[in-house]
Nanobody
Framework: QVQLVESGGGLVQAGGSLRLSCAASTTIFGAYVMGWYRQVSGKQRELVGSITGSSSPTYADSVKGRFTISSDNSKNTMYLQMSSLKPEDTAVYYC???????????WGQGTQVTVSS
């Protein structure tokens, strides 16, 4: 069982930056997939970006060039650096780790990001 705790959300003005953190209760080294998702109330959860194995991160078109995923294995923590934020980035952000090819998946509790215009 892996527990994930997110932090770093908050209120920021358009054009600003935030860094979200996702701390895992155990090592994330070797996780099959690490990713960030977001969800607006009433809408489906969408993928923001992910890292599969040792591959380079991939991102949704809507955040490409503005968001960056990274991890620090020594701290068992994954990050989402968000820059040039827009009001449409407002959502609850979730981290997810898939430990193996077929799962299981572990989710964080979510952290609210609100971008004001």
């Amino acid at each position: 069982q892996v527990q994930l705790v997110e932090s770093g959300g908050g209120l920021v003005q358009a054009g600003g930056s935030l860094r979200l953190s996702c701390a895992a209760s155990t090592t994330i080294f070797g996780a099959y997939v690490m990713g960030w998702y977001r969800q607006v109330s009433g809408k489906q959860r969408e993928l923001v970006g992910s890292i599969t194995g040792s591959s380079s991160p991939t991102y949704a078109d809507s955040v490409k060039g503005r968001f960056t995923i990274s991890s620090d294995n020594s701290k068992n923590t994954m990050y989402l650096q968000m820059s040039s934020l827009k009001p449409e980035d407002t959502a609850v952000y979730y981290c997810k780790i898939r430990t193996g090819v077929w799962g299981p998946d572990y989710w964080g509790q979510g952290t609210q990001v609100t971008v004001s215009s």
